[in-house]
């Protein structure tokens, strides 16, 4: 594709919600990268996979945070239990093969929790 | 522990001002320094990446110089169009480690 999408674009939840985010890396890409950007803050690493495999999920901040990219393609968040302090814009990534190649970002997903 | 700080948090210019942005770092071994532009609402865009003292790297307005221990983000004759967070980023183990950002105003 053109370039990384993410949808939804916005999410409400209630808290104790479970809410999936959604992202579509740059075909042909074999890592993607999810953060998370807090309101005047930089975004922060959660997990990284290479091909399906995740390799680093140490971002992650508690177990209620799961990440999956089964096919090696689009990959999907997923916050079980929603609580207000994981509301953030939830950013996706992605580079041809290496950490250290350029990672573009999609337009990402900010998440409302009330 | 992999470090950013950006500097000033904050700057306005008036168009045509030239100016710089500051990138301080601290990492055991650089593998990359990117520089990506942030607009409200939306996610970073890639600017540039350097990977050795002494490199630098130009588009339009802007210029990337990189030492062993900062960076510098320069902005010659900038125009309202320039406004927005420009952010540094420090290639980790398995991510890139940002810094905060700069958010500059240009005023027409």
């Given at each position: 594709?053109?370039?990384?999408?993410?949808?939804?674009?916005?999410?409400?939840?209630?808290?104790?919600?479970?809410?999936?985010?959604?992202?579509?890396?740059?075909?042909?890409?074999?890592?993607?990268?999810?953060?998370?950007?807090?309101?005047?803050?930089?975004?922060?690493?959660?997990?990284?996979?290479?091909?399906?495999?995740?390799?680093?999920?140490?971002?992650l901040?508690s177990?209620?945070?799961?990440?999956?990219?089964?096919?090696?393609?689009?990959?999907?968040?997923?916050?079980?239990?929603?609580?207000?302090?994981?509301?953030?814009?939830?950013?996706?990534?992605?580079?041809?093969?290496?950490?250290?190649?350029?990672?573009?970002?999609?337009p990402?997903?900010?998440?409302?929790?009330? | 522990?992999?470090?950013?700080?950006?500097?000033?948090?904050?700057l306005?210019?008036?168009?045509?001002?030239?100016?710089?942005?500051?990138?301080?770092?601290?990492?055991?071994?650089?593998?990359?320094?990117?520089?990506?532009?942030?607009?409200?609402?939306?996610?970073?865009?890639?600017?540039?990446?350097?990977?050795?003292?002494?490199?630098?790297?130009?588009?339009?307005?802007?210029?990337?110089?990189?030492?062993?221990?900062e960076?510098?983000?320069?902005?010659?004759?900038?125009?309202?169009?320039?406004?927005?967070?420009?952010?540094?980023?420090?290639?980790?183990?398995?991510?890139?480690?940002?810094?905060?950002?700069?958010?500059?105003?240009?005023?027409?």
């Amino acid at each position: 594709g053109a370039g990384v999408s993410q949808s939804p674009r916005y999410k409400v939840a209630k808290r104790g919600q479970d809410v999936a985010l959604r992202c579509d890396p740059i075909s042909g890409h074999v890592s993607l990268f999810w953060y998370q950007q807090a309101l005047g803050q930089g975004p922060e690493f959660l997990t990284y996979f290479q091909n399906e495999a995740q390799l680093d999920k140490s971002g992650l901040p508690s177990d209620r945070f799961f990440a999956e990219r089964p096919e090696g393609s689009v990959s999907t968040l997923k916050i079980q239990r929603t609580q207000q302090e994981d509301s953030a814009v939830y950013l996706c990534a992605s580079s041809l093969v290496t950490v250290q190649e350029t990672q573009y970002f999609g337009p990402g997903t900010r998440l409302l929790v009330l | 522990e992999d470090q950013v700080t950006q500097s000033p948090e904050a700057l306005r210019l008036q168009e045509g001002e030239s100016s710089s942005l500051n990138c301080s770092y601290t990492v055991s071994g650089l593998r990359g320094l990117f520089w990506y532009r942030q607009d409200p609402g939306k996610g970073p865009e890639f600017l540039f990446t350097l990977y050795s003292a002494g490199e630098e790297k130009e588009k339009e307005r802007l210029k990337a110089t990189l030492t062993k221990k900062e960076s510098f983000l320069h902005i010659t004759a900038p125009k309202p169009e320039d406004s927005a967070t420009y952010l540094c980023a420090v290639t980790g183990a398995n991510n890139l480690f940002f810094g905060t950002g700069t958010r500059l105003t240009v005023i027409p």
